[in-house]
Nanobody, 123 residues
């Protein structure tokens, strides 16, 4: 069993930055690819970024590439999402998740999810 707790969300003006954290419990964290997704009410959960267990390979949605950076600290069982140059369209509930199998950009590929942290970007 893995438990994930996101933090770091908040209200920020357009052009600002936030760093999200996802603290994980469970022995499998250091061996798992981790992902960040976001969801706007009424819409499907959308892929944001993912990082392999070693941190050597990262993946990004086109909409955030060059602005967001995913990283991890396996010693702290934590994965991060640094978000720069934020835009109002980045407003969403952000979730971290543990990858199980399959395409890292698909919700169905993940088996454990946190409760989410809200990010609101004002114009």
């Amino acid at each position: 069993q893995v438990q994930l707790v996101e933090s770091g969300g908040g209200l920020v003006q357009a052009g600002g930055s936030l760093r999200l954290s996802c603290a994980a419990s469970g022995r499998t964290f250091s061996r798992s690819t981790m992902g960040w997704f976001r969801q706007i009410p009424g819409q499907e959960r959308a892929f944001v970024a993912a990082i392999t267990w070693s941190g050597a390979i990262t993946y990004y949605a086109v909409s955030v590439k060059g602005r967001f950076t995913i990283s991890r600290d396996n010693a702290k069982n934590t994965v991060y999402l640094q978000m720069n140059s934020l835009k109002p369209e980045d407003t969403a509930l952000y979730y971290c998740a543990t990858h199980n199998s399959g395409d890292v950009a698909l919700v169905a590929a993940y088996n454990y999810w946190g409760q989410g942290t809200q990010v609101t970007v004002s114009s």
